[in-house]
């Protein structure tokens, strides 16, 4: 599907950034915008399994755009890629990688992949996992001091490659015929090195980003580790080197800016010489031209930090037989107050802050509740003892209670008829 965003008619495609199915080396295209540039040229740039790629020419002039599946021509048989660039900007990727299609023998691309075409392909490309295994332990039967990292089966199925890393020579003649014999295909051995075959399997660097070498890099210079020295880098091999086991690639990416920076700060084997102590070379900060000496040439003690221009001027005098009382200079420890450029506002540098904090119990809050409500506790069960109490009758009460009842009753025997007294006391007689 494809996204216009029309601004005035200019119209803005989607198809530069569209992503192809290898995922790997690929580019944006910057002329998809401008339709004229596609007819420029015939040549297109194909890309097969991982990072391995070619140009061919579209002499049938097929229409063809990023992300077609094409068959293309390959000794013998075809071959099935993606095609990855079309237009002008072939042209320009031929001259960065330094191709001349005059020199070269460019390949034709011969249609449009069919249905048939993609499932053999898929079939094909089924078998490679297990033709790789197979392969090492051939190649470990034979003792060969050689490491197979990949297998691409052609796109017909009648050709395989199989790249191989080698520290030294290595005769594998008798590995070829034992290796057509099982597979019964045409072998073709390519050696690649140590961050080819890293770019071919790819993965994650420790910055995070997917690896340069498969992504977006081709030629691959040499590192040393002299860079790691001019950038003051720790020369720990497990922090210096790559998935590859070689140096990282990202090591010269500043190098040069890290050599002219350094061309103004002066030598870090030349110590400093003062009234109390001679101070040696501790760190130097490159960009902000700033250098740290400590008293002890093997631990840090007594650490000053300096200007490049106050230690050229402390060498300049420890040249003319002059010892400065102190290594700071006065206007210096004024102007070396520090500088906030950075204020953590809403703590978003702190690790710790998306953690759920335990609740206390000692909280004041909490305490004040506990307080308020043993009180409360204490005069409930006062009230419920008193009104226990009231409801009790004392031993006081029922003797007043037993004297009134008597009165009464003596009250009610004055005013008594003379036949009611008469039969009360017949009855008790009786």
Same mark, same amino acid.
């Given at each position: 599907m494809e996204y216009k965003l029309d601004l005035n008619s200019i119209q803005l495609t989607a198809l530069g950034c569209k992503k192809t199915g290898a995922r790997k080396l690929s580019v944006f295209d910057w002329f998809s915008d401008l339709p004229e540039t596609i007819k420029t040229t015939d040549y297109v740039e194909v890309q097969f399994k991982n990072t391995r790629k070619a140009f061919y020419n579209n002499s049938n002039k097929i229409s063809l755009q990023k992300g077609d599946i094409v068959a293309v021509e390959s000794s013998p048989g075809h071959d099935i890629g993606e095609v990855t660039m079309v237009g002008e900007?072939?042209?320009?990727? !031929? =001259?960065k990688n330094g191709f001349d299609p005059v020199k070269n023998e460019i390949k034709r691309v011969y249609r449009i992949a069919r249905q048939n075409d993609i499932e053999k392909w898929n079939e094909a490309k089924a078998l490679e996992d297990?033709? %790789?295994?197979? /392969?090492?332990?051939?190649?470990?039967?034979?003792?060969?001091? %050689?490491?197979i990292g990949d297998v691409e089966y052609q796109g017909d199925g009648n050709k395989a490659i199989f790249y191989y890393i080698a520290d030294e020579r290595v005769d594998f003649r008798q590995l070829i015929k034992?290796?057509?014999?099982?597979?019964? +295909?045409?072998?073709? !051995?390519k050696q690649i090195g140590a961050r080819q075959e890293a770019g071919r399997i790819g993965g994650i660097g420790p910055c995070g980003r997917q690896l340069c070498c498969s992504t977006w890099m081709t030629n691959f210079n040499s590192v040393s580790t002299a860079a790691a020295r001019y950038q003051d880098l720790s020369l720990n091999p497990q922090k210096l080197a790559g998935q590859c086991a070689k140096l990282k690639c990202c090591m010269n990416y500043e190098l040069d800016t890290y050599i002219d920076a350094l061309k103004d700060i002066p030598s870090k084997e030349i110590p400093l010489e003062t009234l109390d102590a001679t101070y040696y070379h501790f760190k130097t900060d490159v960009f902000k031209k700033q250098m740290t000496y400590s008293s002890d040439p093997n631990y840090a003690a007594n650490l000053v930090m300096l200007t490049v221009d106050r230690a050229k001027e402390v060498m300049a005098m420890n040249k003319? $037989?002059?010892?400065?009382e102190k290594l700071e200079d006065k206007s210096e420890k004024d102007s070396n107050k520090p500088v906030v450029?950075?204020?953590?506002? +809403? $703590?978003?540098? /702190?690790?710790?802050?998306?953690?759920?904090?335990?609740?206390?119990?000692?909280h004041p809050r909490h305490k004040n509740n506990q307080n308020f409500q043993k009180p409360q506790a204490k005069e409930a069960g006062e009230e419920r003892n008193s009104t226990?109490?009231?409801?009790?009758? /004392?031993?006081?009460q029922e003797e007043k209670n037993a004297n009134g009842n008597q009165r009464n009753r003596? =009250?009610?025997?004055?005013?008594?008829?003379?036949?009611?007294?008469?039969n009360n006391g017949n009855n008790q007689e009786s």
């Open positions: 900007i072939v042209l320009f990727q !031929m =001259k297990e033709t %790789m295994i197979r /392969s090492r332990q051939i190649a470990e039967r034979l003792k060969l001091n %050689m490491k034992d290796l057509a014999d099982a597979f019964k +295909v045409r072998i073709e !051995m003319a $037989g002059k010892k400065p450029d950075f204020q953590n506002v +809403v $703590g978003q540098d /702190s690790l710790t802050r998306f953690d759920k904090k335990e609740r206390k119990n000692n226990q109490r009231d409801n009790q009758p /004392s031993a006081s003596n =009250k009610k025997r004055k005013f008594r008829r003379p036949n009611e007294n008469r």
